[in-house]
């Protein structure tokens, strides 16, 4: 699925552009990044960005390139992926809407450290990035704004690192599959897979064979699957086998 740089032939940031040249008026007030900004403010933002739609595959910017804008995702999913020298390539993160990639790049004008790939047909806000910085350098409450969602990015990132150290991959899987139940009083639960094992595998820290051996080792606490359908029997002994965390720590998802 994930071809090496140099041999993308639908790029959109920067090569083949496939933007809808839409309206983003309306689109940034309720775009959780700037949901707290004055309405003045939103103008300004809409003043520097515009609505792109992209087909399933299709990169919007690439590993190793100067970053041109801030993608915040209104539908669809993206996978980002970094590459090694060797070629051997690994899904991050799966970004789903209403989050955004990559700021941290954006932001200090460095190189994209993954490549970002439509998982299916998106559709997102792409802010300029120079605009982006010159504008928060005029207006601290956007610079709080994006200072802030780096905080909980550097969070996740950590709550990664915690989850790999302190977890078995079973008890990340219970987490993440505990993560997806609705009602949090339910003692059973029944639904589907956002998307492929290899992807719920990059998401949770390890290998497809790990993965399947974490579901076989989940059967004994009540997880049943087939195909991308997920039937939780027994909640309450799954959350004894993986120790999801408390209200105020670190989500599970």
Same mark, same amino acid.
């Given at each position: ?20 040249? #839409? ?9 959780? $990044? ?21 087909? #399933? ?30 070629? +051997? ?11 955004? /990639?990559? *700021? ?10 993954? +490549? ?20 928060? #350098? ?15 990015? /550097? ?8 989850? *790999? ?12 599959? $505990?993560?997806?139940? !609705? ?11 956002? /998307? ?11 290998? !497809? ?5 974490? /579901? ?8 049943? +699957? ?22 105020? #720590?670190?989500?599970?998802?």
């Amino acid at each position: 699925m994930f071809r090496q740089p140099g041999q993308e032939s639908n790029i959109i940031n920067g090569k083949q552009d496939s933007s809808a040249h #839409e309206s983003v008026a309306g689109l940034i007030a309720d775009l959780p $990044l700037f949901a707290d900004l004055e309405p003045s403010l939103h103008r300004q933002i809409e003043g520097i960005s515009r609505l792109l739609t992209a087909a #399933e595959d299709a990169v919007l910017s690439l590993q190793g390139e100067m970053p041109r804008y801030l993608h915040i995702l209104l539908d669809g999913q993206v996978a980002l992926t970094s590459t090694m020298a060797d070629g +051997t390539t690994a899904v991050i993160l799966v970004v789903h809407p209403g989050e955004h /990639f990559i *700021l941290p790049s954006v932001l200090a004008g460095l190189p994209y450290l993954m +490549t970002a790939r439509a998982l299916m047909a998106v559709r997102a806000v792409a802010v300029d990035g120079v605009a982006l910085r010159q504008l928060a #350098e005029r207006e601290p409450l956007l610079a709080s704004a994006l200072l802030r969602s780096m905080s909980y990015e /550097f969070r996740g990132m950590v709550q990664q690192v915690r989850d *790999l150290k302190l977890r078995t991959a079973a008890q990340r899987l219970g987490c993440y599959l $505990l993560a997806r139940v !609705q009602d949090a009083e339910a003692r059973k639960a029944d639904f589907r897979l956002p /998307f492929e094992k290899a992807l719920l595998a990059a998401q949770i820290g390890c290998g !497809q064979e790990t993965l399947s051996r974490a /579901f076989a080792a989940l059967r004994r606490h009540g997880v049943e +699957t087939h195909g991308s359908r997920v039937i939780l029997h027994d909640i309450p002994r799954l959350r004894l086998l993986a120790i999801p965390d408390g209200p105020g #720590e670190f989500s599970p998802a």
